[in-house]
């Protein structure tokens, strides 16, 4: 049974910062992108972040400069560092594998999310 679990949301104020982390079970991220995804309440899941198995990262454009991930393959962990927060950050975060070629904004080309991880914002 493969597990993906992110930890290390909260309740931060504007300006604060977090780190997320999300770890597979076994050796389920070997050889494979990963991508941070959010879904805010009453709004469609958005892509966040992603990075490949040799370490090319993407951001959404709503992200860029603010957030980093980056990934230890020995721990079979991503992180997403999240800068100067905003109260737009507001959302359950998730992580999954990218297991389909193309583009990484693509939820479609991803399996095996995790329950995610509440990040809450306040101004």
């Known amino acids: 049974q493969v597990q993906v679990v992110e930890s290390g949301g909260g309740l931060v104020q504007t300006g604060d910062s977090l780190r997320l982390s999300c770890t597979a079970s076994?050796?389920?991220?070997?050889?494979?992108?990963t991508g941070w995804f959010r879904r805010a309440p009453g709004k469609e899941r958005e892509f966040v972040a992603a990075i490949s198995w040799s370490g090319n990262t993407y951001y959404a454009d709503s992200v860029k400069g603010r957030n980093t991930i980056s990934r230890d393959n020995a721990k079979n962990t991503v992180y997403l560092q999240m800068n100067s927060l905003k109260p737009e950050d507001t959302a359950v975060y998730y992580c999954?594998?990218?297991?389909?070629?193309?583009?990484?904004?693509?939820?479609?080309?991803?399996?095996?999310w995790g329950q995610g991880t509440q990040v809450t914002v306040s101004s």
């Open positions: 999954a594998r990218k297991v389909s070629s193309g583009s990484y904004d693509v939820p479609s080309k991803y399996d095996y």
């Open positions: 076994g050796r389920t991220f070997s050889g494979y992108g």
